[in-house]
């Protein structure tokens, strides 16, 4: 499977972006989405499990970003509301393949099997 993000842009602080991220092939599993700013390491932001309703965000997005997924088209969704120029980064989509939802685990990047390129998100002032 791989997986292609997009939906990233420049936009002001206070607006709206929903990033995209669509998978080549089945995405049986837990999907969840990273960013990464410059000079920084990698953090985790959300993710979902397969079924039902679990979902885990990071306390800095809590609120304001929604993550949703699409099992039939194969397509991971995250609704950012209300961004901040702290939002600015390159952002990840990933699938972990694994059976099963485990918050500890969602919030992990070594949980995660596959990863796509990125999409860069900026948030001006």
């Known amino acids: 499977v791989q997986l292609q993000a997009s939906g990233g842009g420049l936009v002001q602080a206070g607006a709206s972006l929903r990033l995209s991220c669509a998978a080549s092939?089945?995405?049986?599993?837990?999907m969840g989405w990273f960013r990464q700013a410059p000079g920084k390491e990698r953090e985790f932001v959300a993710a979902k499990s397969w079924i039902g309703t679990s979902t885990a965000y990071a306390d800095s997005v809590k609120g304001r970003f929604t993550i949703s997924r699409d099992n039939g088209q194969n397509t991971l969704y995250l609704q950012m509301n209300s961004l901040k120029q702290e939002d600015t980064a390159v952002y990840y989509c990933a699938l972990d393949h694994s059976t099963g939802w485990s918050l500890a685990r969602a919030q992990k990047q070594q949980s995660y099997n596959t990863w796509g390129q990125g999409t860069q998100v900026t948030v001006s002032s």
């Open positions: 092939g089945s995405t049986y599993g837990t």
